[in-house]
T-cell receptor, first 117, second 110 residues
Framework: EAGVVQSPRYKIIEKKQPVAFWCNPI?????LYWYRQNLGQGPELLIR????????DSQLPKDRFSAERLKGVDSTLKIQPAELGDSAVYLC???????????????FGPGTRLLVL | KNEVEQSPQNLTAQEGEFITINCSYS?????LHWLQQHPGGGIVSLFM???GKKKHGRLIATINIQEKHSSLHITASHPRDSAVYIC????????????FGKGTHLIIQP
C-alpha cells in the first residue's frame, strides 16, 4: 500500500514568490492534516480536513496561506507571497477518520523542505 | 493552553543500553502519541495511548494520567534506533489539534 505522497520534496524560492505543495493521502483516508515544522521544533497544525471540509484552520495564517481539498482526496497548500520566516518543512499526514478525534494513528508523508531566500 | 515538555533534549548512549525518554504535559489529555522522526523528515507513529502501557517489540510506552507524564522506553538499544522521538498530546475540544513537544534527539553508538 502506498504511503502519503508529497511533492516537491525540496523547494527554494525568493521571498515574495508564490509556492505550492501537493499531498496525496493514503487511499481511503478521510482526514488530512497539514503541519509546519520549524528547525528544532515539533510540528504545528496548520489545517485539518475531514473529506473536503476544512474543519480546523485556526492556525493557518490566512493572509498568505490557502489550502484546498476539492474532491476530498488530494490537497494543495499554497503560500503567496512567501516570506523569509516561512522556511520550514511542510508535512502532510492522513488518518482513516471516523474514530474519536486525534485518537487514531496519523500517517505522515516525507515532507516538503522549503527555503525562502 | 496545553504545553508539552520533553526530556532530555539530547541523549547519546551505547548500543544495548536501556533508554528512557520523558514527556510531561500541562493539561489533562484525551490521547498521547509517541512518534519517531528520522533524518530527512519522515515521521512514523509509534504509539497512541490514553492510559496504562503499550509494548511493541523493544519499545514500551507508559502513561500516568494523574501525574500528567508519559515515558518511552527502548530496551536493548541499537544504532538504528537513532532518531528524534516526539511526544504529542491532545487535550480534547477539537481546536488546535495535537500539541507537540520539541523532541528528544537520540544517538545510539555502536
Amino acid at each position: 500500500e502506498a504511503g502519503v505522497v508529497q511533492s516537491p520534496r525540496y523547494k527554494i524560492i525568493e521571498k515574495k514568490q508564490p509556492v505550492a505543495f501537493w499531498c496525496n493521502p493514503i487511499s481511503g483516508h478521510n482526514t488530512l492534516y497539514w503541519y509546519r515544522q520549524n528547525l528544532g521544533q515539533g510540528p504545528e497544525l496548520l489545517i485539518r480536513y475531514e473529506n473536503e471540509e476544512a474543519v480546523d484552520d485556526s492556525q493557518l495564517p490566512k493572509d498568505r496561506f490557502s489550502a484546498e481539498r476539492l474532491k476530498g482526496v488530494d490537497s494543495t497548500l499554497k503560500i503567496q507571497p512567501a516570506e523569509l520566516g516561512d522556511s520550514a518543512v511542510y508535512l502532510c499526514a492522513s488518518s482513516p477518520g471516523g474514530s474519536t478525534l486525534y485518537r487514531e494513528t496519523q500517517y505522515f508523508g516525507p515532507g516538503t523542505r522549503l527555503l525562502v531566500l | 493552553k496545553n504545553e508539552v515538555e520533553q526530556s532530555p533534549q539530547n541523549l547519546t548512549a551505547q548500543e544495548g543500553e536501556f533508554i528512557t525518554i520523558n514527556c510531561s504535559y500541562s493539561v489533562g489529555i484525551s490521547a498521547l502519541h509517541w512518534l519517531q522522526q528520522h533524518p530527512g523528515g519522515g515521521i512514523v507513529s509509534l504509539f497512541m495511548l490514553s492510559s496504562g502501557k503499550k509494548k511493541h517489540g523493544r519499545l514500551i510506552a507508559t502513561i500516568n494520567i494523574q501525574e500528567k507524564h508519559s515515558s518511552l522506553h527502548i530496551t536493548a538499544s541499537h544504532p538504528r534506533d537513532s532518531a528524534v522521538y516526539i511526544c504529542a498530546s491532545y487535550s480534547g475540544g477539537g481546536a488546535d489539534g495535537l500539541t507537540f513537544g520539541k523532541g528528544t534527539h537520540l544517538i545510539i553508538q555502536p
